[in-house]
Protein backbone atom coordinates (compact mmCIF):
# COMPACT_ATOMS: atom_id res chain seq x y z
CA UNK A 1 0.00 0.00 0.00
CA UNK A 2 1.05 3.72 -0.96
CA UNK A 3 2.93 5.35 1.88
CA UNK A 4 2.76 9.46 1.36
CA UNK A 5 5.86 10.31 0.96
CA UNK A 6 7.69 13.87 0.74
CA UNK A 7 9.99 14.67 -1.97
CA UNK A 8 13.16 16.72 -1.15
CA UNK A 9 15.56 17.77 -3.92
CA UNK A 10 18.68 20.25 -4.08
CA UNK A 11 20.03 21.29 -7.57
CA UNK A 12 23.64 22.18 -8.12
CA UNK A 13 24.24 24.17 -11.91
CA UNK A 14 27.30 24.70 -13.06
CA UNK A 15 27.67 27.73 -15.94
CA UNK A 16 30.37 28.67 -17.69
CA UNK A 17 30.87 32.66 -17.96
CA UNK A 18 30.74 35.14 -21.06
CA UNK A 19 34.24 36.34 -20.64
CA UNK A 20 37.07 36.53 -23.31
CA UNK A 21 39.51 35.06 -21.22
CA UNK A 22 40.36 31.71 -19.34
CA UNK A 23 39.60 31.85 -15.46
CA UNK A 24 43.10 32.07 -14.23
CA UNK A 25 45.52 32.76 -17.86
CA UNK A 26 45.13 34.62 -20.70
CA UNK A 27 44.14 31.77 -23.38
CA UNK A 28 40.71 32.49 -25.13
CA UNK A 29 37.63 31.18 -23.56
CA UNK A 30 35.78 30.90 -26.96
CA UNK A 31 36.91 27.20 -27.06
CA UNK A 32 34.04 26.43 -29.14
CA UNK A 33 35.16 26.71 -32.25
CA UNK A 34 39.16 26.06 -31.91
CA UNK A 35 40.51 22.84 -33.29
CA UNK A 36 41.51 21.00 -30.48
CA UNK A 37 44.74 22.20 -27.72
CA UNK A 38 45.30 25.21 -29.18
CA UNK A 39 44.07 27.41 -26.65
CA UNK A 40 46.15 26.08 -23.89
CA UNK A 41 49.57 27.78 -22.06
CA UNK A 42 50.98 26.49 -19.31
CA UNK A 43 49.14 27.69 -16.71
CA UNK A 44 45.78 25.55 -17.95
CA UNK A 45 47.93 22.85 -18.96
CA UNK A 46 49.26 23.06 -14.99
CA UNK A 47 53.05 23.05 -16.27
CA UNK A 48 55.17 23.33 -12.89
CA UNK A 49 56.47 26.78 -12.36
CA UNK A 50 53.44 28.75 -13.97
CA UNK A 51 51.09 30.71 -11.61
CA UNK A 52 47.38 31.47 -12.27
CA UNK A 53 45.94 34.92 -11.87
CA UNK A 54 42.01 35.51 -11.26
CA UNK A 55 40.46 37.26 -13.62
CA UNK A 56 38.54 40.03 -12.89
CA UNK A 57 35.64 40.14 -15.38
CA UNK A 58 34.95 36.46 -14.11
CA UNK A 59 35.10 37.76 -10.26
CA UNK A 60 32.43 40.95 -11.30
CA UNK A 61 30.36 38.23 -13.20
CA UNK A 62 30.15 36.06 -10.24
CA UNK A 63 29.55 39.21 -7.90
CA UNK A 64 26.70 40.07 -10.69
CA UNK A 65 24.81 36.44 -9.97
CA UNK A 66 25.41 36.62 -5.97
CA UNK A 67 23.69 39.99 -5.99
CA UNK A 68 21.07 38.97 -8.69
CA UNK A 69 19.91 36.15 -6.55
CA UNK A 70 20.13 37.79 -2.98
CA UNK A 71 22.79 36.70 -1.56
CA UNK A 72 25.52 38.51 0.86
CA UNK A 73 28.66 38.91 -0.49
CA UNK A 74 31.94 38.51 1.44
CA UNK A 75 33.55 41.26 1.64
CA UNK A 76 36.36 42.82 3.10
CA UNK A 77 36.80 42.32 5.78
CA UNK A 78 35.99 39.15 5.09
CA UNK A 79 38.10 37.01 2.93
CA UNK A 80 37.92 34.97 -0.32
CA UNK A 81 39.81 32.39 -0.73
CA UNK A 82 40.74 29.57 -3.62
CA UNK A 83 40.95 26.11 -2.75
CA UNK A 84 42.66 23.12 -4.52
CA UNK A 85 40.27 20.09 -4.75
CA UNK A 86 41.77 17.06 -5.56
CA UNK A 87 41.27 13.98 -7.76
CA UNK A 88 43.05 12.42 -10.66
CA UNK A 89 41.15 12.12 -13.60
CA UNK A 90 42.92 13.05 -17.12
CA UNK A 91 40.36 15.93 -17.78
CA UNK A 92 42.66 17.73 -15.22
CA UNK A 93 45.86 18.51 -15.80
CA UNK A 94 46.98 19.72 -12.95
CA UNK A 95 45.66 16.62 -10.62
CA UNK A 96 43.46 19.55 -9.16
CA UNK A 97 40.62 21.75 -9.53
CA UNK A 98 41.02 25.73 -8.39
CA UNK A 99 37.50 25.99 -6.74
CA UNK A 100 36.13 27.35 -3.70
CA UNK A 101 35.53 25.51 -0.06
CA UNK A 102 34.48 26.99 2.58
CA UNK A 103 34.71 30.84 1.64
CA UNK A 104 32.77 31.41 -1.86
CA UNK A 105 32.28 34.80 -3.04
CA UNK A 106 28.56 34.68 -2.54
CA UNK A 107 26.11 32.65 -0.38
CA UNK A 108 22.53 32.86 1.49
CA UNK A 109 20.08 34.29 -1.35
CA UNK A 110 17.01 33.02 -2.99
CA UNK A 111 15.43 32.56 -6.51
CA UNK A 112 11.13 32.78 -6.31
CA UNK A 113 9.50 30.75 -8.62
CA UNK A 114 5.53 30.57 -9.53
CA UNK A 115 4.07 27.19 -9.64
CA UNK A 116 0.53 26.87 -10.59
CA UNK A 117 0.02 30.54 -9.60
CA UNK A 118 1.59 29.53 -6.03
CA UNK A 119 5.28 31.20 -5.27
CA UNK A 120 7.72 29.11 -3.88
CA UNK A 121 11.01 30.67 -2.64
CA UNK A 122 14.01 28.08 -3.15
CA UNK A 123 16.98 29.07 -0.87
CA UNK A 124 20.47 29.35 -2.39
CA UNK A 125 23.27 28.24 -0.59
CA UNK A 126 26.34 29.44 -2.34
CA UNK A 127 27.73 30.85 -5.23
CA UNK A 128 31.33 30.18 -5.90
CA UNK A 129 33.73 30.24 -8.97
CA UNK A 130 35.96 27.69 -10.26
CA UNK A 131 37.39 27.01 -13.37
CA UNK A 132 36.14 23.81 -16.16
CA UNK A 133 37.67 20.76 -17.17
CA UNK A 134 39.04 19.13 -20.58
CA UNK A 135 36.84 17.47 -22.92
CA UNK A 136 37.07 13.77 -23.01
CA UNK A 137 36.14 11.85 -26.56
CA UNK A 138 35.82 8.41 -25.97
CA UNK A 139 36.65 6.21 -28.57
CA UNK A 140 36.19 2.41 -28.90
CA UNK A 141 39.87 1.95 -27.85
CA UNK A 142 41.23 5.02 -26.83
CA UNK A 143 40.08 8.42 -24.64
CA UNK A 144 41.19 11.99 -27.01
CA UNK A 145 41.44 14.85 -24.33
CA UNK A 146 41.26 18.25 -25.99
CA UNK A 147 42.19 21.05 -22.87
CA UNK A 148 40.80 24.29 -24.54
CA UNK A 149 38.00 24.04 -22.23
CA UNK A 150 40.34 23.60 -19.17
CA UNK A 151 40.40 26.74 -17.56
CA UNK A 152 36.88 28.44 -18.74
CA UNK A 153 35.67 30.21 -15.69
CA UNK A 154 32.72 28.28 -14.46
CA UNK A 155 30.52 29.40 -11.73
CA UNK A 156 28.83 26.84 -9.07
CA UNK A 157 25.32 27.87 -7.37
CA UNK A 158 24.06 25.10 -5.14
CA UNK A 159 20.77 25.73 -3.56
CA UNK A 160 19.51 24.16 0.08
CA UNK A 161 17.33 21.09 0.01
CA UNK A 162 13.73 23.62 -0.82
CA UNK A 163 12.53 21.87 -3.90
CA UNK A 164 9.64 19.43 -3.39
CA UNK A 165 8.92 18.31 -7.00
CA UNK A 166 10.26 17.73 -9.89
CA UNK A 167 8.28 20.26 -11.49
CA UNK A 168 9.79 22.59 -9.25
CA UNK A 169 13.01 21.69 -9.80
CA UNK A 170 12.09 22.35 -13.38
CA UNK A 171 10.91 25.87 -12.87
CA UNK A 172 13.93 26.68 -10.46
CA UNK A 173 15.84 25.83 -13.42
CA UNK A 174 14.46 28.11 -16.44
CA UNK A 175 14.03 30.61 -13.11
CA UNK A 176 18.54 30.56 -12.70
CA UNK A 177 18.93 30.33 -16.40
CA UNK A 178 16.37 33.15 -17.28
CA UNK A 179 18.56 35.24 -14.82
CA UNK A 180 21.68 34.59 -15.71
CA UNK A 181 20.77 35.22 -19.83
CA UNK A 182 19.19 39.16 -18.27
CA UNK A 183 23.00 39.32 -16.57
CA UNK A 184 24.45 38.50 -19.66
CA UNK A 185 27.10 36.33 -17.75
CA UNK A 186 26.13 33.05 -19.48
CA UNK A 187 24.57 31.93 -22.46
CA UNK A 188 22.74 29.48 -20.65
CA UNK A 189 22.44 26.86 -23.64
CA UNK A 190 22.40 23.27 -22.44
CA UNK A 191 22.83 21.54 -25.15
CA UNK A 192 26.21 23.04 -25.63
CA UNK A 193 27.13 22.33 -21.79
CA UNK A 194 27.21 26.03 -21.07
CA UNK A 195 25.17 25.11 -18.13
CA UNK A 196 24.81 21.84 -16.65
CA UNK A 197 22.80 20.71 -13.76
CA UNK A 198 23.11 18.05 -11.26
CA UNK A 199 20.78 16.77 -8.53
CA UNK A 200 20.27 15.25 -5.66
CA UNK A 201 16.81 14.05 -4.15
CA UNK A 202 15.39 11.53 -1.23
CA UNK A 203 12.40 11.10 0.11
CA UNK A 204 11.20 10.80 3.89
CA UNK A 205 7.73 10.29 5.69
CA UNK A 206 5.36 13.51 5.21
CA UNK A 207 5.84 15.38 8.03
CA UNK A 208 9.40 14.14 8.84
CA UNK A 209 11.88 16.53 9.70
CA UNK A 210 14.37 13.71 9.01
CA UNK A 211 16.29 13.87 5.93
CA UNK A 212 16.22 10.49 3.72
CA UNK A 213 19.46 8.67 2.16
CA UNK A 214 19.85 10.43 -1.08
CA UNK A 215 20.75 10.12 -4.78
CA UNK A 216 22.61 12.58 -6.71
CA UNK A 217 21.88 12.56 -10.51
CA UNK A 218 24.13 13.74 -13.34
CA UNK A 219 23.73 14.47 -16.95
CA UNK A 220 20.73 16.89 -17.22
CA UNK A 221 21.26 18.06 -20.29
CA UNK A 222 17.56 19.84 -20.54
CA UNK A 223 14.89 21.05 -18.71
CA UNK A 224 13.32 17.96 -20.09
CA UNK A 225 15.91 15.96 -18.99
CA UNK A 226 15.54 17.30 -15.27
CA UNK A 227 11.66 17.19 -15.11
CA UNK A 228 11.63 13.04 -16.30
CA UNK A 229 15.36 12.22 -14.38
CA UNK A 230 13.70 13.39 -11.11
CA UNK A 231 10.42 12.02 -11.68
CA UNK A 232 11.89 8.44 -12.66
CA UNK A 233 14.39 8.79 -9.56
CA UNK A 234 11.28 9.84 -7.06
CA UNK A 235 9.27 6.13 -8.23
CA UNK A 236 12.91 4.32 -8.19
CA UNK A 237 13.12 5.56 -4.38
CA UNK A 238 9.34 5.05 -3.70
CA UNK A 239 9.77 1.12 -4.62
CA UNK A 240 12.57 0.58 -2.78
CA UNK A 241 11.25 2.44 0.43
CA UNK A 242 7.64 0.32 0.17
CA UNK A 243 9.22 -2.93 -0.31
CA UNK A 244 11.01 -2.25 2.86
CA UNK A 245 14.57 -1.95 1.10
CA UNK A 246 16.97 1.34 1.65
CA UNK A 247 18.47 3.78 -0.75
CA UNK A 248 22.02 3.48 -1.16
CA UNK A 249 23.85 6.63 -1.34
CA UNK A 250 25.20 6.76 -4.93
CA UNK A 251 25.73 8.62 -8.01
CA UNK A 252 23.35 8.23 -11.16
CA UNK A 253 23.81 9.05 -14.21
CA UNK A 254 20.88 10.08 -16.44
CA UNK A 255 20.18 8.25 -20.07
CA UNK A 256 18.12 9.89 -22.03
CA UNK A 257 18.07 7.66 -24.59
CA UNK A 258 16.40 4.58 -22.25
CA UNK A 259 14.67 7.46 -20.24
CA UNK A 260 15.98 5.37 -16.96
CA UNK A 261 18.76 6.83 -14.13
CA UNK A 262 21.88 3.91 -14.24
CA UNK A 263 24.59 3.74 -11.51
CA UNK A 264 27.73 5.91 -11.71
CA UNK A 265 29.15 5.29 -8.59
CA UNK A 266 29.37 4.95 -5.17
CA UNK A 267 29.32 8.01 -3.26
CA UNK A 268 33.11 9.65 -2.69
CA UNK A 269 32.96 10.75 0.40
CA UNK A 270 33.83 15.05 0.78
CA UNK A 271 37.44 14.41 2.52
CA UNK A 272 38.45 12.24 -0.58
CA UNK A 273 39.29 15.44 -2.43
CA UNK A 274 41.25 16.82 0.17
CA UNK A 275 40.42 20.32 -0.32
CA UNK A 276 43.38 22.69 0.34
CA UNK A 277 43.99 26.74 0.44
CA UNK A 278 45.57 27.28 -2.67
CA UNK A 279 48.75 28.21 -2.28
CA UNK A 280 49.47 30.36 -5.43
CA UNK A 281 46.33 32.76 -5.04
CA UNK A 282 46.34 35.17 -2.54
CA UNK A 283 42.72 35.34 -0.99
CA UNK A 284 40.64 38.42 -2.21
CA UNK A 285 38.97 40.96 0.03
CA UNK A 286 36.20 42.67 -2.30
CA UNK A 287 36.18 46.41 -1.94
CA UNK A 288 32.66 47.49 -0.81
CA UNK A 289 32.35 50.73 -3.13
CA UNK A 290 32.91 48.42 -6.12
CA UNK A 291 30.21 45.58 -4.87
CA UNK A 292 27.77 48.79 -4.79
CA UNK A 293 28.69 50.13 -8.04
CA UNK A 294 28.47 46.53 -9.58
CA UNK A 295 25.24 46.45 -7.74
CA UNK A 296 23.95 49.95 -9.45
CA UNK A 297 24.33 48.63 -12.65
CA UNK A 298 22.89 45.38 -12.35
CA UNK A 299 20.16 45.33 -15.39
CA UNK A 300 16.54 45.08 -14.85
CA UNK A 301 15.94 41.51 -13.75
CA UNK A 302 13.20 39.71 -15.51
CA UNK A 303 10.67 39.95 -12.36
CA UNK A 304 10.86 43.97 -12.38
CA UNK A 305 10.69 44.03 -15.85
CA UNK A 306 7.80 42.11 -15.97
CA UNK A 307 6.33 44.13 -13.43
CA UNK A 308 7.10 47.25 -15.66
CA UNK A 309 5.63 46.38 -18.45
CA UNK A 310 2.36 44.89 -16.50
CA UNK A 311 2.23 48.74 -15.24
CA UNK A 312 3.66 51.03 -18.07
CA UNK A 313 2.23 49.15 -21.02
CA UNK A 314 -1.12 47.77 -19.12
CA UNK A 315 -0.29 44.15 -20.40
CA UNK A 316 -1.57 41.14 -18.78
CA UNK A 317 0.47 39.23 -16.51
CA UNK A 318 0.64 36.32 -18.71
CA UNK A 319 1.30 38.22 -21.87
CA UNK A 320 4.39 40.09 -20.01
CA UNK A 321 5.64 36.79 -18.50
CA UNK A 322 5.63 35.63 -22.27
CA UNK A 323 7.58 38.19 -23.36
CA UNK A 324 10.07 38.64 -20.61
CA UNK A 325 10.97 34.91 -20.93
CA UNK A 326 14.16 35.81 -23.10
CA UNK A 327 16.22 39.33 -22.43
CA UNK A 328 16.11 39.31 -26.69
CA UNK A 329 12.26 39.40 -26.54
CA UNK A 330 11.50 41.79 -23.96
CA UNK A 331 14.24 44.28 -25.66
CA UNK A 332 12.82 43.52 -29.00
CA UNK A 333 8.95 44.17 -27.54
CA UNK A 334 10.13 47.40 -26.33
CA UNK A 335 11.64 48.41 -29.70
CA UNK A 336 8.62 47.53 -31.31
CA UNK A 337 6.17 49.16 -28.84
CA UNK A 338 8.13 52.74 -29.60
CA UNK A 339 7.28 52.41 -33.12
CA UNK A 340 3.31 52.27 -32.15
CA UNK A 341 3.19 53.14 -28.35
CA UNK A 342 -0.54 53.60 -29.20
CA UNK A 343 -1.27 50.17 -28.20
CA UNK A 344 1.30 47.75 -26.49
CA UNK A 345 -1.06 44.45 -26.40
CA UNK A 346 -1.71 44.59 -30.10
CA UNK A 347 2.01 44.81 -30.36
CA UNK A 348 2.94 41.94 -27.79
CA UNK A 349 0.18 40.14 -29.84
CA UNK A 350 2.02 40.56 -32.90
CA UNK A 351 5.15 39.47 -31.96
CA UNK A 352 3.57 36.28 -30.94
CA UNK A 353 1.56 35.91 -33.93
CA UNK A 354 4.19 36.87 -36.35
CA UNK A 355 7.88 36.44 -34.35
CA UNK A 356 7.61 33.48 -32.59
CA UNK A 357 6.46 31.23 -34.83
CA UNK A 358 10.08 31.97 -36.83
CA UNK A 359 11.75 31.62 -34.21
CA UNK A 360 10.80 28.62 -33.23
CA UNK A 361 11.26 26.66 -36.83
CA UNK A 362 14.01 28.46 -37.90
CA UNK A 363 17.74 28.89 -36.75
CA UNK A 364 17.39 32.72 -37.45
CA UNK A 365 18.59 34.76 -34.69
CA UNK A 366 15.95 37.38 -33.33
CA UNK A 367 18.47 40.13 -34.70
CA UNK A 368 18.03 39.07 -38.09
CA UNK A 369 14.50 39.19 -38.16
CA UNK A 370 14.26 42.60 -36.37
CA UNK A 371 16.39 43.28 -39.59
CA UNK A 372 14.14 41.91 -41.87
CA UNK A 373 10.58 43.18 -40.24
CA UNK A 374 11.97 46.71 -38.35
CA UNK A 375 9.88 48.59 -35.75
CA UNK A 376 8.59 51.23 -38.52
CA UNK A 377 7.22 48.22 -40.52
CA UNK A 378 5.37 46.31 -37.75
CA UNK A 379 4.20 49.39 -36.73
CA UNK A 380 2.70 50.25 -40.05
CA UNK A 381 1.33 46.68 -40.09
CA UNK A 382 -0.45 46.71 -36.63
CA UNK A 383 -1.62 50.52 -37.90
CA UNK A 384 -2.96 49.38 -41.30
CA UNK A 385 -5.03 46.13 -39.55
CA UNK A 386 -6.14 48.64 -36.52
CA UNK A 387 -7.63 51.42 -38.94
CA UNK A 388 -9.00 48.91 -40.88
CA UNK A 389 -6.99 49.51 -44.19
CA UNK A 390 -5.86 45.63 -44.56
CA UNK A 391 -7.74 42.08 -43.26
CA UNK A 392 -6.56 40.73 -40.32
CA UNK A 393 -5.39 37.91 -42.80
CA UNK A 394 -3.45 40.65 -44.73
CA UNK A 395 -1.58 42.02 -42.09
CA UNK A 396 -0.34 38.33 -40.82
CA UNK A 397 0.68 37.51 -44.45
CA UNK A 398 2.90 40.52 -44.38
CA UNK A 399 4.37 40.14 -40.98
CA UNK A 400 4.92 36.60 -41.36
CA UNK A 401 6.89 36.78 -44.93
CA UNK A 402 9.05 39.66 -43.93
CA UNK A 403 9.82 37.96 -40.63
CA UNK A 404 10.78 35.06 -43.13
CA UNK A 405 12.53 37.45 -45.06
CA UNK A 406 10.29 36.39 -47.98
CA UNK A 407 9.13 39.88 -49.16
CA UNK A 408 9.61 40.10 -52.99
CA UNK A 409 9.32 43.32 -55.03
CA UNK A 410 5.54 43.00 -55.73
CA UNK A 411 5.22 43.10 -51.93
CA UNK A 412 7.37 46.01 -50.89
CA UNK A 413 5.10 47.79 -53.56
CA UNK A 414 2.15 46.67 -50.81
CA UNK A 415 3.94 47.63 -48.10
CA UNK A 416 4.56 51.30 -49.48
CA UNK A 417 1.21 51.46 -50.75
CA UNK A 418 0.04 50.14 -46.73
CA UNK A 419 2.29 52.80 -45.36
CA UNK A 420 1.72 56.20 -47.15
CA UNK A 421 0.11 57.77 -44.43
CA UNK A 422 2.29 56.36 -42.19
CA UNK A 423 5.19 58.71 -41.83
CA UNK A 424 8.10 57.97 -40.49
CA UNK A 425 10.03 61.15 -39.06
CA UNK A 426 13.33 60.02 -39.30
CA UNK A 427 15.61 62.95 -39.17
CA UNK A 428 17.73 64.53 -36.38
CA UNK A 429 16.26 68.30 -36.97
CA UNK A 430 12.28 67.31 -36.65
CA UNK A 431 13.33 64.88 -33.53
CA UNK A 432 16.45 67.24 -31.43
CA UNK A 433 13.43 69.51 -30.21
CA UNK A 434 10.75 66.72 -29.10
CA UNK A 435 14.22 64.95 -27.31
CA UNK A 436 15.22 67.82 -25.50
CA UNK A 437 11.60 68.78 -24.37
CA UNK A 438 11.41 65.19 -22.97
CA UNK A 439 14.99 65.56 -21.08
CA UNK A 440 13.54 69.11 -19.93
CA UNK A 441 10.12 67.33 -18.06
CA UNK A 442 11.95 64.96 -16.84
CA UNK A 443 14.80 66.00 -14.55
CA UNK A 444 14.50 62.81 -12.25
CA UNK A 445 15.31 60.22 -14.89
CA UNK A 446 17.92 62.13 -16.20
CA UNK A 447 19.58 62.31 -12.94
CA UNK A 448 19.28 58.85 -12.62
CA UNK A 449 21.05 58.12 -15.90
CA UNK A 450 23.80 59.98 -14.84
CA UNK A 451 24.29 57.84 -12.07
CA UNK A 452 24.78 55.16 -14.14
CA UNK A 453 21.24 53.80 -14.42
CA UNK A 454 20.77 52.88 -18.34
CA UNK A 455 17.87 51.56 -18.35
CA UNK A 456 16.07 54.81 -17.97
CA UNK A 457 16.97 54.61 -21.78
CA UNK A 458 13.73 53.07 -22.58
CA UNK A 459 11.62 55.02 -20.37
CA UNK A 460 12.91 58.16 -22.55
CA UNK A 461 12.35 56.21 -25.67
CA UNK A 462 8.90 55.87 -24.60
CA UNK A 463 8.55 59.09 -23.87
CA UNK A 464 9.55 60.20 -27.30
CA UNK A 465 7.45 57.63 -29.27
CA UNK A 466 4.35 59.22 -27.63
CA UNK A 467 5.37 62.58 -28.71
CA UNK A 468 6.14 61.46 -31.96
CA UNK A 469 2.74 59.19 -32.17
CA UNK A 470 4.85 56.14 -32.97
CA UNK A 471 6.25 57.93 -36.04
CA UNK A 472 9.98 58.45 -35.23
CA UNK A 473 12.84 55.83 -35.77
CA UNK A 474 13.56 54.29 -32.24
CA UNK A 475 17.11 53.25 -33.35
CA UNK A 476 17.62 57.63 -34.24
CA UNK A 477 15.83 58.07 -31.17
CA UNK A 478 18.22 56.34 -29.12
CA UNK A 479 21.44 57.18 -30.54
CA UNK A 480 20.07 61.17 -30.08
CA UNK A 481 18.65 60.66 -26.59
CA UNK A 482 22.30 59.14 -25.85
CA UNK A 483 24.06 62.07 -27.27
CA UNK A 484 22.35 64.68 -25.58
CA UNK A 485 22.46 62.90 -22.13
CA UNK A 486 26.05 62.66 -22.37
CA UNK A 487 25.95 66.52 -23.71
CA UNK A 488 24.87 67.06 -20.21
CA UNK A 489 27.01 64.78 -18.12
CA UNK A 490 29.80 66.69 -20.07
CA UNK A 491 28.72 69.92 -18.12
CA UNK A 492 25.91 71.45 -20.51
CA UNK A 493 22.19 71.97 -18.97
CA UNK A 494 19.11 70.45 -19.84
CA UNK A 495 17.87 73.82 -21.16
CA UNK B 1 48.14 7.40 17.38
CA UNK B 2 49.86 6.78 13.84
CA UNK B 3 48.48 5.47 10.33
CA UNK B 4 47.43 1.99 9.70
CA UNK B 5 47.67 0.10 6.55
CA UNK B 6 44.11 0.54 5.75
CA UNK B 7 44.54 4.30 5.85
CA UNK B 8 48.08 4.20 3.71
CA UNK B 9 46.45 2.03 1.00
CA UNK B 10 43.22 4.12 0.65
CA UNK B 11 45.29 7.56 0.61
CA UNK B 12 47.23 5.56 -2.07
CA UNK B 13 44.40 4.63 -4.10
CA UNK B 14 43.21 8.24 -4.31
CA UNK B 15 47.20 9.42 -5.44
CA UNK B 16 46.60 6.51 -7.77
CA UNK B 17 49.58 4.45 -6.42
CA UNK B 18 50.37 1.18 -6.41
CA UNK B 19 52.13 -0.23 -3.29
CA UNK B 20 53.61 -3.25 -2.76
CA UNK B 21 53.19 -4.57 0.97
CA UNK B 22 56.42 -4.24 2.00
CA UNK B 23 56.25 -0.29 0.67
CA UNK B 24 52.72 -0.17 2.70
CA UNK B 25 54.56 -1.07 5.85
CA UNK B 26 57.07 1.51 4.98
CA UNK B 27 54.94 4.22 4.48
CA UNK B 28 52.42 3.32 7.66
CA UNK B 29 55.89 4.36 10.06
CA UNK B 30 56.97 6.80 7.98
CA UNK B 31 53.64 9.18 7.79
CA UNK B 32 53.01 8.08 11.14
CA UNK B 33 56.52 9.65 12.27
CA UNK B 34 55.28 12.95 10.15
CA UNK B 35 52.33 13.42 11.75
CA UNK B 36 53.87 13.10 15.32
CA UNK B 37 55.59 16.60 14.42
CA UNK B 38 52.85 18.18 13.19
CA UNK B 39 50.86 17.06 16.79
CA UNK B 40 53.78 19.07 18.16
CA UNK B 41 52.52 22.29 16.56
CA UNK B 42 49.34 21.66 18.13
CA UNK B 43 50.73 22.24 21.44
CA UNK B 44 50.98 26.05 20.43
CA UNK B 45 48.55 28.38 21.60
CA UNK B 46 47.03 30.42 18.67
CA UNK B 47 44.19 31.65 20.26
CA UNK B 48 44.54 34.83 19.69
CA UNK B 49 45.43 34.81 15.84
CA UNK B 50 42.83 34.92 12.70
CA UNK B 51 42.92 31.71 10.99
CA UNK B 52 45.21 32.51 7.64
CA UNK B 53 45.39 30.66 4.72
CA UNK B 54 48.28 32.07 2.68
CA UNK B 55 51.18 33.98 4.40
CA UNK B 56 52.36 35.80 1.62
CA UNK B 57 51.60 39.47 1.83
CA UNK B 58 49.24 39.95 -1.30
CA UNK B 59 45.50 40.41 -1.96
CA UNK B 60 43.28 41.06 -4.58
CA UNK B 61 45.81 39.95 -7.95
CA UNK B 62 43.71 40.82 -10.35
CA UNK B 63 44.33 40.59 -14.36
CA UNK B 64 41.84 42.44 -16.77
CA UNK B 65 39.89 39.77 -18.91
CA UNK B 66 42.39 39.89 -22.31
CA UNK B 67 43.10 37.80 -24.22
CA UNK B 68 46.93 36.77 -25.03
CA UNK B 69 48.34 34.02 -27.45
CA UNK B 70 48.24 30.32 -26.12
CA UNK B 71 50.96 27.68 -27.18
CA UNK B 72 51.56 26.39 -30.66
CA UNK B 73 49.94 22.94 -30.64
CA UNK B 74 53.00 21.14 -31.64
CA UNK B 75 53.82 22.39 -27.73
CA UNK B 76 51.56 21.64 -25.87
CA UNK B 77 51.46 17.87 -27.45
CA UNK B 78 55.41 17.92 -27.21
CA UNK B 79 55.09 15.99 -23.71
CA UNK B 80 52.43 13.90 -24.44
CA UNK B 81 53.60 9.97 -25.62
CA UNK B 82 50.58 9.63 -27.66
CA UNK B 83 48.77 11.44 -29.56
CA UNK B 84 46.21 11.78 -32.60
CA UNK B 85 44.82 14.47 -34.49
CA UNK B 86 45.61 17.26 -32.22
CA UNK B 87 44.55 15.45 -29.51
CA UNK B 88 46.20 13.87 -26.49
CA UNK B 89 45.36 9.95 -26.52
CA UNK B 90 45.22 7.95 -23.37
CA UNK B 91 44.06 4.44 -22.87
CA UNK B 92 40.22 4.52 -22.82
CA UNK B 93 38.40 5.80 -19.88
CA UNK B 94 34.84 5.09 -20.40
CA UNK B 95 33.53 4.99 -16.90
ZN1 LIG C 1 45.94 29.08 -20.72
Same mark, same amino acid.
Request: aromatic share 6%; with cysteine; charged share 25%.
Given at each position: ????YEI ?12 KS?M????S ?6 PP??L?C ?7 GSL?VVN???L?Q????GL????K?R ?7 W ?5 H?P?L?KG???SQ ?5 A ?5 K?AL??EE??? /???R???EE????LL??D??T?I?F???G?PL ?8 I???Q??K ?14 V?S ?6 S???E????L?PAG ?12 L??F???E???A ?9 L ?11 G??E?K ?8 KEYA?D???FP?P ?5 L????W?E ?5 L????E???R?F??E???T?Y?A??L ?9 F ?15 D??? /?????V?K ?9 KR?LP?WVL?G????KE ?8 A??L ?7 E ?6 K????V ?5 RIGT???LLP????VL?E?P ?7 K ?5 L?F????V ?8 D????K?L??RK??D???GG??Q | ???D????E?I????KL?L ?10 Q????L??F???Q?V????I ?6 I?L???L ?9 PT ?14 IKT????E
Open positions: MAKDVIGMEAHAQLLTKFCGCAAYAQANSVPICLGLPPQKAQTIMVALGCIIDPQQIKDRKNYYDPYQIYDLPIYGGEIIGGRRI /RIRVHLDTAKHARALDNRSVIEVVTEPDRSPEAAYVEKLRQILRYLGSGNMEEGLRLANISRSAELGTRTEIKNNSRAVKALYEVERQRKIEAGGKIQQQTMWDAGVTVLQRTQYRYEDLPPLLNKEVEIKSHPELPALKRIKYGLADEITQEPEVAEAEEYVAAYPQNPKAVGRIA /RSIFPLESEDSLAEIRPGIIAAQGKVTTSTDEAARSARGIAAADVALEAFAQYQSDSVIEKANKPVADYLGKDTVRFIGQAKETKGQAPNLVELVLEIRQTN | MGIRRQVHAELAETPEEIEIFASLSVIEHRSLEDTGGPPTAQVPRNVRQDEVVPSLEDVLSNAPHKEKGYPPLR
